[in-house]
């Protein structure tokens, strides 16, 4: 472990054997902890690159070329929706999770081995998940078996980050933003239930490893609203006020808004899908209320080491969560309408998810991930702007396209798809430039910080 050696040359020479010991060993956890996340964080990028957005923009070319949003096989469709939403976003999240909620909650250490275990088992659940779908071979299998891999993985990420004792008195008391994480936790196990149950169902009665389409409509309901978005409000609850300088959370319109997002998506599985546009369109402004986003700041913004813009573009992302919300609530009641869903869901997955993660993830992980610098804060900037124009170019062109508004905007669908594959391949190139960076301090219990 030469980094603990090269800080333990640096320790005050006047601690005693014991406090310098101690020292160490939260060092070297501390050492352990940022390597754990920078194989998380690596891998969630290459589900990002490859799986997901390549064989995204490889769908979207096809669709646009032989202009038909249904021309191509659903497997492919849904290989590449999973891998981004739990190949990518789900693997940054468990790997946060491990790293930060544990120090947020002041819980006891947990066993670094099980945190290796669910990042192997949910690897391998994710890869054949989407082998399972690209090359039916053995899917009746495959299928199930990738299924239960996620699930056996995330419950040992729940046994090790949630059940763990506080280290010292009692755990600091429940926060609100700890129950919007809690409740986006439960959203993910249920998407993984539901996932193992559907896996199951078409192993022994379908023919194709696709999910069906009004299955997937309400699955997906869970896997973004239940899951992802509840969890990007608890972590911007959290840190956002701070890094922002905004005026204090309003706690009381989190839980509302958290109810709110709840009842929809109960009500979107349910198939009441205009009510539960409503109350998700409801919830996310309550979420924006709460958080403030759109009142004068009273801090400075904590904007170092990343671009200046940082606070513009959470802005942006949480108004796509608005129009995402609202073009859902359309979507409901245009009915069959692949182009208005398709916009929908692109607004939040695009708009919203990966725009946030785009933003916090490049102010957060750099840190995290033994405390580094953003490699480019320019790059950072230009990569929000592709993805935001990618994003616009893509959620109005397909409305118009696929539902027969506007035949020139087929020519726009792949161009939107190479400006959004061309920011999410930066955002990856500006990550990993980042982590084979030195450290600017050596990391160590006393300089790490989870703000
Ligand atoms: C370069 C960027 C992307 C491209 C070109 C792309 C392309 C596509 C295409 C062509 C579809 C088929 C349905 C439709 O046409 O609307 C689709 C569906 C989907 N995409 Fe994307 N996408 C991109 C980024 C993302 C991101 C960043 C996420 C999530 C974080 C995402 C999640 C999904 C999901 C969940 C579905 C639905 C899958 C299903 O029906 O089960 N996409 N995408």
């Avoid at 009746?140 to 239960?148: G, N, Y």
């Avoid at 539901?194 to 299955?215: D, K, R, V, Y």
């Amino acid at each position: 472990m030469p980094q603990v050696s090269r800080i333990a040359n640096q320790r005050p020479a006047w601690l005693d054997d014991n406090t310098k010991s101690v020292m160490d060993r939260a060092i070297a956890r501390e050492q352990s902890l940022s390597r754990l996340l920078m194989t998380y964080i690596v891998t969630g990028l290459v589900f990002m690159l490859l799986p997901g957005t390549f064989l995204g923009v490889w769908n979207l070319i096809k669709i646009s070329s032989r202009e038909a949003a249904e021309s191509i096989s659903p497997a492919w469709i849904q290989a590449h929706g999973h891998a981004q939403l739990f190949g990518w976003v789900g693997t940054f999240i468990l790997g946060i999770g491990f790293y930060s909620i544990p120090k947020l909650r002041k819980l006891k250490p947990f066993a670094l081995w099980s945190a290796w275990l669910t990042w192997a088992l949910w690897v391998i659940g994710v890869t054949v998940r989407w082998f399972a779908n690209i090359y039916p071979w053995h899917w009746r299998i495959a299928l199930p078996l990738s299924a239960a891999f996620e699930l056996a993985a995330f419950l040992i990420f729940f046994q090790a980050v949630a059940s763990h004792r506080p280290s010292s008195g009692s755990a600091k008391p429940f926060e609100p933003w700890i129950f919007v994480v809690i409740t986006a936790t439960l959203g993910l196990l249920a998407s993984l239930l539901l996932n193992l149950g559907a896996s199951f169902q078409l192993a022994l009665n379908a023919s194709s490893p696709a999910f069906p389409h009004l299955f997937d409509q309400r699955y997906l309901i869970v896997s973004t609203w239940g899951f992802i978005v509840p969890m990007v409000w608890g972590f911007s609850a959290r840190w956002l006020p701070v890094f922002m300088g905004l005026r204090p959370l309003r706690k009381s319109f989190l839980l509302v808004a958290l109810g709110s997002n709840t009842a929809g998506v109960i009500l979107g599985f349910l198939e009441h899908f205009f009510a539960a546009g409503i109350l998700l369109l409801a919830g996310a402004a309550t979420a924006v209320a709460a958080i403030r986003f759109f009142e004068p700041a009273v801090k400075p913004a904590k904007i170092i080491n990343v671009h200046r813009s940082f606070p513009v573009f959470i802005r942006m992302a949480y108004g796509w969560l608005l129009i995402a919300a609202a073009i859902g609530i359309w979507a409901a009641r245009a009915g069959e309408a692949p182009g208005i869903w398709g916009a929908s869901r692109h607004a939040l997955t695009v708009g919203f998810i990966a725009a946030m993660i785009f933003c916090v993830g490049q102010r957060t992980l750099p840190s995290f991930c033994g405390m580094r610098v953003l490699w480019s804060p320019r790059l950072m900037l230009v990569m929000l702007v592709l993805l935001m124009t990618g994003c616009t170019l893509r959620v109005a062109s397909e409305m118009l396209a696929y539902q027969d508004y506007a035949k020139w905007a087929w020519n726009i669908l792949p161009v939107s798809a190479f400006i959004e594959l061309t920011a999410v391949a930066l955002f990856a190139i500006n990550l990993i430039a980042t982590f084979a960076r030195p450290p600017v301090v050596a990391p160590s219990p006393l300089t790490m910080t989870t703000e």
